[in-house]
Protein backbone atom coordinates (compact mmCIF):
# COMPACT_ATOMS: atom_id res chain seq x y z
CA UNK A 1 0.00 0.00 0.00
CA UNK A 2 1.69 2.80 -1.23
CA UNK A 3 1.49 5.74 1.53
CA UNK A 4 3.16 9.09 2.31
CA UNK A 5 2.87 10.34 6.24
CA UNK A 6 3.84 13.80 7.39
CA UNK A 7 4.82 14.90 10.45
CA UNK A 8 6.55 18.15 12.01
CA UNK A 9 4.07 20.29 12.24
CA UNK A 10 2.43 22.19 15.48
CA UNK A 11 1.89 25.55 16.75
CA UNK A 12 4.67 28.08 16.60
CA UNK A 13 5.17 31.86 17.42
CA UNK A 14 6.26 34.09 14.60
CA UNK A 15 9.29 33.73 13.67
CA UNK A 16 10.01 30.78 14.84
CA UNK A 17 11.11 27.28 12.64
CA UNK A 18 9.47 24.32 11.92
CA UNK A 19 10.89 21.09 10.04
CA UNK A 20 8.02 19.06 8.61
CA UNK A 21 8.66 15.65 7.83
CA UNK A 22 7.63 13.35 4.48
CA UNK A 23 8.16 9.63 4.81
CA UNK A 24 6.69 6.94 2.42
CA UNK A 25 6.27 3.46 2.53
CA UNK A 26 5.45 1.18 0.32
CA UNK A 27 6.93 2.24 -1.92
CA UNK A 28 10.51 3.94 -3.20
CA UNK A 29 10.19 7.77 -2.60
CA UNK A 30 13.54 8.39 -4.86
CA UNK A 31 11.58 7.97 -7.99
CA UNK A 32 8.98 10.66 -7.31
CA UNK A 33 9.27 14.38 -7.40
CA UNK A 34 7.78 15.88 -4.08
CA UNK A 35 6.14 18.61 -3.74
CA UNK A 36 4.69 20.44 -0.39
CA UNK A 37 1.44 22.03 -0.72
CA UNK A 38 -1.04 23.76 2.00
CA UNK A 39 -4.34 25.32 2.54
CA UNK A 40 -5.82 27.51 5.27
CA UNK A 41 -8.90 27.53 6.37
CA UNK A 42 -10.94 28.97 2.89
CA UNK A 43 -8.28 29.15 1.03
CA UNK A 44 -7.16 27.24 -2.05
CA UNK A 45 -4.70 25.45 -2.06
CA UNK A 46 -1.28 25.98 -3.09
CA UNK A 47 2.09 24.66 -3.78
CA UNK A 48 4.46 25.91 -1.21
CA UNK A 49 7.45 24.20 -2.68
CA UNK A 50 8.65 20.94 -4.75
CA UNK A 51 11.82 18.99 -5.63
CA UNK A 52 12.56 16.67 -8.33
CA UNK A 53 13.71 13.10 -7.71
CA UNK A 54 16.87 13.56 -8.13
CA UNK A 55 16.97 16.93 -5.85
CA UNK A 56 18.52 18.62 -8.45
CA UNK A 57 15.56 20.93 -9.50
CA UNK A 58 13.35 22.73 -6.62
CA UNK A 59 10.95 25.52 -6.65
CA UNK A 60 9.25 27.83 -3.87
CA UNK A 61 6.82 29.74 -3.80
CA UNK A 62 7.36 33.76 -3.85
CA UNK A 63 5.22 33.65 -0.36
CA UNK A 64 8.37 31.50 1.22
CA UNK A 65 11.36 32.22 -0.77
CA UNK A 66 14.35 32.66 1.57
CA UNK A 67 12.61 31.36 4.40
CA UNK A 68 11.90 27.88 3.90
CA UNK A 69 14.22 24.71 2.23
CA UNK A 70 13.11 21.83 0.78
CA UNK A 71 15.42 18.56 0.87
CA UNK A 72 15.27 14.89 0.27
CA UNK A 73 17.19 12.15 1.66
CA UNK A 74 16.37 9.41 -0.80
CA UNK A 75 18.47 6.75 1.87
CA UNK A 76 15.60 7.24 4.29
CA UNK A 77 12.72 7.72 1.82
CA UNK A 78 12.01 11.06 3.43
CA UNK A 79 11.49 14.43 2.04
CA UNK A 80 11.97 17.63 4.41
CA UNK A 81 10.48 21.32 4.57
CA UNK A 82 12.38 23.12 6.58
CA UNK A 83 10.66 26.51 7.43
CA UNK A 84 12.30 29.24 9.26
CA UNK A 85 11.16 33.20 9.92
CA UNK A 86 7.40 31.59 10.09
CA UNK A 87 5.16 33.96 9.80
CA UNK A 88 0.93 34.05 10.94
CA UNK A 89 0.05 33.38 7.18
CA UNK A 90 1.70 29.94 7.32
CA UNK A 91 -0.83 28.82 9.39
CA UNK A 92 -2.62 25.91 7.66
CA UNK A 93 -2.80 22.29 6.84
CA UNK A 94 0.43 20.83 4.71
CA UNK A 95 0.38 18.35 2.66
CA UNK A 96 3.02 16.30 1.06
CA UNK A 97 2.27 14.52 -2.42
CA UNK A 98 4.40 12.45 -5.08
CA UNK A 99 4.25 12.64 -8.60
CA UNK A 100 5.64 10.18 -10.96
CA UNK A 101 5.69 13.00 -13.69
CA UNK A 102 5.57 17.06 -13.23
CA UNK A 103 6.93 18.74 -16.20
CA UNK A 104 5.23 21.86 -15.13
CA UNK A 105 8.53 22.01 -12.11
CA UNK A 106 11.17 21.62 -14.81
CA UNK A 107 9.54 23.86 -17.58
CA UNK A 108 7.58 26.67 -15.14
CA UNK A 109 9.44 25.69 -11.76
CA UNK A 110 5.77 25.67 -10.83
CA UNK A 111 4.14 23.23 -8.47
CA UNK A 112 0.88 21.86 -9.98
CA UNK A 113 -1.54 19.59 -7.96
CA UNK A 114 -2.88 18.23 -10.41
CA UNK A 115 0.32 16.89 -11.68
CA UNK A 116 0.64 15.02 -7.89
CA UNK A 117 -0.59 11.38 -8.06
CA UNK A 118 -0.51 10.39 -4.35
CA UNK A 119 -0.74 12.48 -1.23
CA UNK A 120 -0.62 12.45 3.17
CA UNK A 121 -3.39 13.33 5.26
CA UNK A 122 -1.55 16.15 6.71
CA UNK A 123 -0.32 17.99 9.37
CA UNK A 124 -1.51 21.31 11.01
CA UNK A 125 1.15 24.44 11.31
CA UNK A 126 -0.30 27.15 13.46
CA UNK A 127 1.81 30.45 13.78
CA UNK A 128 0.65 32.64 17.07
CA UNK A 129 1.72 34.45 19.47
Known amino acids: QLQLVESGGGLVQPGGSLRLSCTAS????????IGWFRQAPGKEREGVSC????????TYADSVEGRFTISRDNAKNTVYLQMNSLKPEDTGVYYC??????????????????????WGQGTQVTVSS
Open 97 to 118: AASNDAPKLILFRRCDSHEYDY
Open 26 to 33: GFTLGYYT
Open 51 to 58: IVNSGGVT
